[in-house]
């Protein structure tokens, strides 16, 4: 099983960026689809951004055009590039990772995946 610890969160002004890193161990993601969630307070945790084990990524309609996903096989790690900051993009940060086969439509549900890290918070004011 992999383990997964993600870094790079803090407070922004809205309108900033932020770039989230999520270190892996225990095995290599190239073997891994991975995605970066979020959960904001009395909200269900939600998809924001996932890339496949070829590379291929998928964005939710809340992170098209602002976020970038990618990862760096080499590193072992993930990044999310967080542009254009709005204050209701605060939440938990959580990235996770699934060895199994993911369908395409499925890569942002939470349920298809079943290694997770421990979060990072995001804040961003107004």
């Known amino acids: 099983q992999v383990q997964l610890v993600e870094s790079g969160g803090g407070s922004v002004q809205a309108g900033g960026s932020l770039s989230l890193s999520c270190a892996a161990s225990g095995d290599t993601i190239s073997t891994y689809a991975m995605g970066w969630f979020r959960q904001a307070p009395g909200r269900e945790r939600e998809g924001v951004a996932a890339?496949?084990?070829?590379?291929?990524?998928t964005y939710s309609d809340s992170a098209k055009g602002r976020f970038s996903i990618s990862k760096d096989n080499a590193k072992n790690t993930l990044y999310l590039q967080m542009n254009s900051l709005k204050p209701e993009d605060t939440a938990m940060y959580y990235c996770a990772a699934t060895a199994f086969w993911l369908a395409y439509a499925r890569a942002l549900a939470p349920s298809a995946y079943n290694n997770w890290g421990q979060g990072t918070q995001v804040t961003v004011a107004s």
């Open positions: 890339i496949g084990r070829t590379g291929t990524t």
